[in-house]
């Protein structure tokens, strides 16, 4: 049994406070049976909770500071609950997927139960003060996943306390004072994102304070196979500082064990927010009283002997044990908190689903009554009798249902021409689009500040516009950018000291200093997630991967953090982080920088620009640094040394999005392509010309978003021929090139022959002159392609070349 602790007595341990955490931890716990509860009677799709790890979070909550961070996992409600960022109320919400922010405000329904977050946007998209708040990062699911950008939002406060040039962002930062409290379970740290960023907060030095609940197991498999040693704080032993080397903090503490708690918390939080010293602490002898989740029992895997264990060693018993020991409160006294602490979350759980139920039953109820006087007017009652009957019958009916039946019901009724039926059409009608509303919004920035709003700049030209290397422009560009913004920053590989591998940022640390452009270790997810974390805090981070075959190394960061961010927050967080790249080189299966399919597929929610050169490139960055979105550049790798004329406004340009160039016109075909492509398709239009036909060359200059003004039709229109041209893998970017023009243009009614795709081989390139030229499209495969095209339609005046 603990016995009083030192600290009790204290502000920190005072009766009132100790009583008041006892209360929480029993809501807490009770909030978690009960959903489970919930989504065994089917009022829930699924539910995972935080039992067993409440009096640790409570702790943790304690040293949480207004203009503090959370960066942590689905089971921290009992974190939330303390710093008041969650109503339990609003919690059961959120497993209902009540898909209104004014009872669901983390993620309005959007996210599964446990993801949390707080709004830092206005209404208008606008930044709230983030030092008034008690900032929690929407969670994602996705194993270790929240763990790169808190080294992100950790090294934000760095740069705030050594920046002087960043105390007018205010709102973000109180001289870099902020901790980032990451949270993770102990069998995710088995995930090379956790390993990674670990290591780069020992070498980056940032008040990041990373805490392991150990329950022993990840899911069903138990801590001896998932970590060396079996313990996490063991494992990391060689990152432990000493008095001669920096690195990270390890501290240890027992999970039930509530004065060591605070005390462990209390300690760590000093060291982190004075000193900016990362520390982990490994809580042990975590419990998990309802197992890993609602999908299955954990008696299925754990002995009975670690049943009764966990039993035995439960936080809240030992808590209350504590409390009766140092008599802090009677038996019959704490009976009663935990009576009120059942009444409590019961109270919460029905007003949560009496509101959520409130809206789906009015909209039940509208459904049926429209149903009833269609089938009363239509002869084809009987059906329509069917239809409100099997509606009738769903259990707990949501609007999938009450939709779905009205479709099936305008299917049967067909041609009828009833009076009941402009009503059925409207309600069905209203439904899409306020459903559209509710689910698919805010992907992109719905703010003024959207990069779409941003105003064309274009490029001024003199006669003393000199004619520089591609590499001179960028770098001109990034010289203007960094000299009127003190919120940009710039951080990768080989980006600092020799100005990055392609001397596009050559002599600018010299010139601004390591804060503004900073070197990295060869950590391509931790330098995504440094710059998702810089931006989330009002800087504006371009972050570099290498070359474009090494985002893959970050694309889970991309994909599930980044650019979900805003959607899965429903407009509530951002982080307008621009990832800067190279691709297009031509040549070797590592360096060939094409897998633009792949990010398509993977990156809505960010904007991915491939600008043909180095003055389109900044102009869009431009475009993007004055917008709010997150977006992927890649840059053309093979112009850094080809020639352009440097404007004189290099620093002022802006290229809007989604706009394309006609950057050759012609009247027998259309080719559309992008990037370094475009010098390609170039060249093959001046052979196609000697021979007789008129090329078309549209670069269409950015992938995401895809020609908004539907303009490419306009050229096809005119010609009746397509080529869609790039070196993407068959039926990648090609294929969704023709896929935005062909169906959603409705290109395809101007079509005299079939559209064509031409891409490279499904294999990767391989290295030298002739792999290149094998593999990806060349000069001669563009020409042949749309001679082929020509002499299908016009033999005789093409005939075959071979």
Known sequence: ?????????????????????????????????????????????????????????????????????????YRDQTIEAALGNVSWQQFFAQMYAHADLAHEPSTGGRSMNGHFSTRWLDENGQWLDQ??????????????????????????????????NLEYLSNFSHNGNEIVFATIGDASTSQGMFLEAMNAAGVLQIPLLTSVWDDGYGISVPVQYQTTKASISKALAGLQRNEDEPGIEILTVKGWDYPALIETYQRAANLCRNEQVPVL???????????????????????????????????????????????????????????????SATQARNMAWQAYRKELDKEYLETIKILQDVMHESSFSKELSNVILELTKTYLPVRRDMVSSIRKALRIIGKENLSSKIALKDALHKSLEDNKARFSTNLYSESPESPLNVSAV???YSEDSPVVDGRDVIRSYFNALFEKDPRVVALGEDVGMIGDVNQGLAGLQEKFGELRITDTGIRETTIVGQGIGLAMRGLRPIVEIQYFDYIF?????????????????AGGQKAPLIVRTRGHRLEGIWHSGSPMGAMLGSLRGMHVVVPRNFTQAAGFYNTLIKGDDPALIVEPLNSYRQKEVLPDNIGEICLPLGQPEVIREGSDITIVTYGSM?????EAALHLQNLGISSEVIDIQTLLPFDINSSIVESIKKTNRVIFADEDFPGGASAYMMQQVIEKQNAYRWLD?????????????????????????NMDDILETAYGIMHETDPESYPELF
């Open 1 to 73: 049994m603990l016995e009083n602790d030192s600290l009790t007595g204290s502000s920190v341990l005072s009766k009132e406070n100790i009583i008041n955490d006892y209360r929480l931890a029993c809501e807490s716990r009770q909030v978690s049976l009960l959903g489970r509860k919930d989504t065994m009677g089917g009022r829930s799709k699924f539910g995972i909770f935080g039992d067993g790890k409440e009096l640790a979070q409570i702790a943790l909550a304690r040293v949480f500071r207004r203009g503090d961070f959370r960066s942590g996992y």
């Open 131 to 164: 030092t008034k708040i008690y900032n929690s990062v929407c969670d994602i699911s996705s194993t270790a996943g929240q763990i790169p950008r808190a080294v992100g939002l950790a090294y934000a406060s760095k740069l705030y306390r050594a920046n002087q």
């Open 281 to 343: 602490i490994h809580v042990t002898e975590l419990t998990q009283p309802q197992g890993h989740s609602t999908s299955g029992s954990h008696e299925r895997y754990k002995s009975k002997q670690r049943l009764k264990w966990e039993n035995d060693t439960d936080c809240n018993i030992h808590f209350r044990d504590w409390i009766l020991k140092n008599g802090y409160a009677t038996d019959d006294e704490l009976e009663q908190i935990e009576i009120e602490a059942k009444e």
């Open 458 to 460: 274009s490029p001024v």
């Open 553 to 569: 190394y970050a694309l889970a960061t991309l994909t599930d953090d980044l650019a979900s961010l805003r959607y899965r927050t």
């Open 678 to 682: 475009c010098r390609i398709v170039m």
């Open 753 to 777: 022959s079939p559209p064509v795709t031409i891409s490279a081989k499904d294999h990767r390139p391989p290295y030298g002159s002739d792999g290149d030229y094998f593999s990806k499209p």
